[in-house]
C-alpha cells in the first residue's frame, strides 16, 4: 500500500501516488507521452519497456486507486468495460456469474451477447434477498458481481454479508463502486475480493475521459489482470490518466457538494404532486436506508423517479423540459445530468427484465452535479410544471 493509507481521504486525494518529478521537480506528475522506451542494452532498462505494458503516468494513477480503495493494487483500462471485461477473462467456459438483477446495461451486453455464446453464463437475482442468494449457488457459480448501489433504481446490497456467503463456497465478489465511488464506500474493507470502477464517472469526475479500472489485495489476482492488462492491450493512454490524477484531488470536496444537492433534490422530488416514487437512498423510507447509514459515508449523488403519470410521453416532458440538467448518458461529472434508462443506457435490456427489476418506462434517472442547489431545483420544477 501507499505510505499514505493511515492519512485520511482527502489527503489521499491529493497525494498519493504522486510524488514531483525527479527530473524537474514538477509537483504534477508528466505526461509521458511516448510508446517506447530506449535501452541501454537488451533487456537492461530503467523499468520501462514499451507503453503498453507500463507508462509512468499511468503508474501514478493505479498507485493513486489502490490508495483511495484501501487495496495493495490498482489496475486501469481503456474503459470501465474493459476493466470488467478483463474480470470476466478470469473465468472459463462452464463457469457462471450471479449478478445482481438491476445491472447496468452495459454490463448485461457485455455478459449475455459476449460472453454468453463463449460458454460463460449469466444468472440475476435479487441481490437485497440474503436467502436467495444463499439458494441460488450453484457447483457452476465461480464469481459474484453486484453493483450498489445499484443503476438506476438505487437498491443497496449488503457487500459484507454477500461476501460472508460466498467466501463459504469460496467464490470471489467484484463490487462495481461507480456510483458510490471510493469516497463513499470501500468494499475491500467489507470482505470484496475486487472493486470495478468506471473511472469515468466520479473518479475523473469531469466528463472528458473514458477510463476504467480495478482494485485488488489478492496477489494471483493483481498479477493475472496484469497479464490480461498487456495481453488484451485495452490500456488508458496518459493524457487520460493525466486528467484523471488531476480530478481525483478534488474528489472527496466534488462527492460532499454533490451528495448536499442530491439529499436537498430528493427531498423536494418526494414531496412534489406530480412525482410518484422516488428513489433515493437517503431518504428514510427507502427499504435499504438503514444499511446504506452502516455500509456508506453519504448515500450518493444518484436520483431516480418515477412520475405519478407513469407514462412515457410525460417523462418525456421532463426529460426535453430541462435546462441545466443535460440530456446525456453517464453521469458524476461536475454538471448535473438527466437521462432515460429504458432508452439510454439500459436500452440493451429486455424490457420484461427491466420491469421485474423496477426499471419502468417512465423512470428518470438524475445525475445531481456541484452547481447552486436553488438553480437546480427550480430548473427540475420547470420541467415538472410542464408535465
Known sequence: MSN???????????????????TTGAIMTPIFQTSTYVQAAPGQHKGYEYARTQNPTRDALQASLAALEGG????????????????????QSGDEVLCSHDLYGGSYRLLVRVYGPMGIQSRYIDMTDLDV???????????IWLETPTNPTLQITDIKAICDIAREHGIPVCVDNTFASPYL????????????????KYIAGHSDV?????????????????????????????????????????????????????MKLAHFLDQHPKVGKVMYPGLSHHPQHALAGRQMRNYGAMISFDLNADNIDAAMTVLSGTHLFSLAESLGGVESLIGHPASMTHASIPREQRLASGLTDSLI??????????????????????V
Do not use: W
Not at 4 to 22: C, I, L, S, Y
Not at 75 to 89: E, F, N, P, Q, T
Not at 138 to 143: F, G, I, L, V, Y
Open 365 to 386: 434517472r438524475l445525475s445531481v452535479g456541484i452547481e447552486s442547489y436553488e438553480d437546480l431545483e427550480a430548473d427540475i420544477a420547470s420541467a415538472l410544471d410542464k
Open 210 to 262: 473514458i477510463m476504467g479500472g480495478l482494485v485488488t489485495s489478492d496477489d494471483a489476482l493483481a498479477e493475472r489482470l496484469k497479464f490480461l492488462q498487456n495481453a488484451s492491450g485495452a490500456v488508458p493512454g496518459p493524457q487520460d490518466c493525466f486528467l484523471t490524477l488531476r480530478g481525483i484531488k478534488t474528489l472527496h470536496i466534488r462527492m460532499d457538494r454533490a451528495c448536499e444537492n442530491a
Open 185 to 200: 464506500q470501500n468494499p475491500l474493507a467489507l470482505g470484496a475480493t475486487i472493486v470495478h470502477h468506471s473511472i469515468t
Open 72 to 91: 495493495k493494487y490498482g489496475i486501469c483500462y481503456s474503459s470501465g468495460l474493459a476493466a470488467m471485461d478483463a474480470v470476466i477473462k478470469l473465468l
Open 133 to 143: 442468494v444463499r439458494k441460488s449457488i450453484r457447483p457452476e457459480t465461480k464469481m
Open 4 to 22: 499514505t493509507e493511515n492519512q485520511g481521504f482527502g489527503t489521499r486525494a491529493v497525494h498519493a501516488g504522486v510524488t514531483p518529478d525527479p
